[in-house]
């Protein structure tokens, strides 16, 4: 069978309940990992890895687009989510009547992409109310598919987690595997650290950049890390590091705080550049990024 892989967009109000379904999903034994806060501009809920797929979820209009697809436009590495994700979870609670935002609720009626609404919090209503709800919905968002659940006594997860599958494309995984499951926190760190280049630096920056995390040690009230900027060029390194290390101070400072909010601890964060001329094309290293699957 064929490897398939994507993203998915889970959105929805505050407390319609898209962190119990990622806890259900985590109920189903498979292996994920979440994240405990938000980042700034984006956040990873999760990625669910079977042995054939991926499912990298973001509840947030941006997401990152993985370091596997190099070869492509740098500049459209954030885009929105309607552009970008494969499939978008639009979720609901029961009683829950509309969204407020005029022009968001238009996109997703006019989503090209595959809508799955989850009417969550089924478990609180009768029959016929889910009946008048289910009715009010396939009225409203015409495109969706409307799934009635209950993420927290798990009910219809195993469903909607079968029929994203079936609507991924076919594709190799994102994110390493392994990776994932060994040190999750450092692929987040390689992430944030990328995010922050992404933004701060012109084009061919972000391009010529990865980025590791060497060291990781949490201690009772602090967590020291130190991850190494790899470029090409020795141009590079002094772009990266900017005006008396300005530049590299401003990435190392955003990247700090959303990685105190991710953690929720004090961070200390060691960055410093180094060139590595073949990194790219380097097969050991390629490898351990995950490019090869
Ligand atoms: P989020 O803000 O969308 O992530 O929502 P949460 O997952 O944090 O859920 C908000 C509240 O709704 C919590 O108290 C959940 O226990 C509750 N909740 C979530 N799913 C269900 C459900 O299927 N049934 C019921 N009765 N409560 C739910
Ligand atoms: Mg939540
Ligand atoms: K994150």
């Known amino acids: ?21 990622m806890n259900a999903f985590i109920g189903e034994k498979l292996s994920i990992i979440t994240s405990k806060a938000q980042t700034t501009r984006h956040r990873i809920l999760g990625i669910v890895n079977g042995d054939d797929f991926q499912i990298v979820l973001s509840d947030t209009p941006g997401i990152i687009k993985p370091a596997y697809e190099l070869q492509e436009s740098m500049m459209s590495f954030v885009k929105s989510a309607f552009e970008d994700a494969d499939i978008l979870v639009y979720m609901v609670e029961i009683g829950e009547q509309e969204l407020k935002d005029e022009a968001f609720f238009k996109k997703i009626t006019s989503s090209k992409i595959p809508v799955l609404l989850l009417l969550n919090k089924i478990d609180k209503s009768d029959q016929g109310q889910l009946e008048t709800q289910v009715q009010l919905w396939a009225s409203k968002v015409p495109n969706a598919e409307i799934i ?79 991850s190494v900027i790899m470029v090409e060029r020795e141009t590079q390194k002094g772009i990266i590091i900017g005006h008396k290390g300005s530049a590299l101070k401003r990435v190392g400072v955003e990247a700090r705080k959303d990685l105190e909010a991710f953690f929720g601890k004090q961070i200390h964060l060691e960055l410093y550049v180094k060139v590595n001329k073949n990194w790219r094309s380097n097969q050991n290293m390629l490898k351990r990024f995950g490019y090869n699957q």
């Open 1 to 21: 069978m064929k490897h398939k892989a994507g993203f998915v967009n889970i959105i929805g109000n505050p407390n319609v309940g898209k962190s119990t379904l």
């Open 148 to 226: 009635p659940i209950s993420a927290l006594e798990g009910f219809q997860v195993k469903e909607v987690l079968d029929r994203i599958i079936e609507l991924l494309p076919e594709s190799p995984a994102f994110y390493p595997k392994d990776q994932l499951t060994d040190k999750p926190e450092r692929f987040f760190i390689n992430e944030n650290i990328r995010e922050k280049i992404l933004i701060h630096y012109k084009k061919e920056i972000p391009y010529a950049v990865e980025v590791d995390t060497e060291e990781f040690f949490e201690e009772e009230k602090i967590i020291r890390i130190r």
